[in-house]
């Protein structure tokens, strides 16, 4: 039960993290470089944080699903804002 509440915990994590990134993203031209930066910024804090909790690396592909999933929701909000 321990393991479950950590894996959820860090997924929701990577998915709060990512939201400003994504809101932030959408004020820069696609692939230029603030764009790729804040894609990357959240990630060496989940990798941290996946370290700390003690998970494999078997559990980046959830906690990347929750930082992509971050990434569009902010973005959605950007533009809904507009």
Do not use: D, T
């Not at 400003?20 to 989940?46: T, V």
């Not at 699903?65 to 533009?79: C, D, E, H, K, N």
Request: net charge positive; aromatic share 12%; glycine share 10%.
């Amino acid at each position: 039960m321990q393991v479950l509440n950590s894996i959820v915990g860090l997924i929701i994590i990577a998915f709060v993290i990512s939201i400003p990134c994504g809101y932030l993203r959408q004020n820069y031209k696609k692939y230029s470089f603030m764009w790729f930066l804040l894609i990357h910024l959240p990630i060496p804090f989940i990798i941290v944080l996946r370290l700390k909790l003690g998970l494999s690396w078997h559990f980046i592909p959830l906690s990347l699903g929750g930082s992509v999933a971050g990434q569009v929701v902010g973005g959605i909000v950007a533009r809904r804002k507009e």
